[in-house]
């Protein structure tokens, strides 16, 4: 069974930070893919964050410059650090991996609520 649990939503202002946390059942450190999602309400899910084993990062327009997708992989877990949050971020994030760039996606889990409003 593959198991990825997302933490850290939260309800905060405009302008405000959050990390995301995402602990992986096992090792990351030979992932091929790590990335965070996000599903804003009525709306479909979409990739917001990757990080690859190469060490390689790519964000979604809309977040870079203010989101920063790191890897703890003594501890299994991918973070996503969200600063100067915008109304237009809340949506629920979701993690998820792949093994080798040919590989589908794992199973999609819960994800985690974060809303930025005043």
């Known amino acids: 069974q593959v198991r990825l649990v997302e933490s850290g939503g939260d309800v905060v202002q405009p302008g405000g930070s959050l990390r995301l946390s995402c602990v992986a059942s096992?090792?990351?450190?030979?992932?091929?893919?790590i990335g965070w999602y996000r599903q804003p309400p009525g709306k479909e899910r979409e990739l917001v964050a990757s990080?690859?084993?190469?060490?390689?990062?790519l964000y979604k327009a809309a977040v870079k410059g203010r989101f920063s997708i790191t890897r703890a992989n003594d501890k299994n877990t991918v973070y996503l650090q969200m600063n100067s949050l915008k109304p237009e971020d809340t949506a629920v994030y979701f993690c998820?991996?792949?093994?080798?760039?040919?590989?589908?996606?794992?199973?999609w889990g819960q994800g985690t609520q974060v809303t930025v409003s005043s």
């Open positions: 096992g090792n990351i450190d030979s992932v091929y893919f």
């Open positions: 998820n991996r792949k093994l080798t760039d040919g590989a589908r996606l794992d199973s």
């Open positions: 990080s690859f084993r190469s060490g390689g990062t």
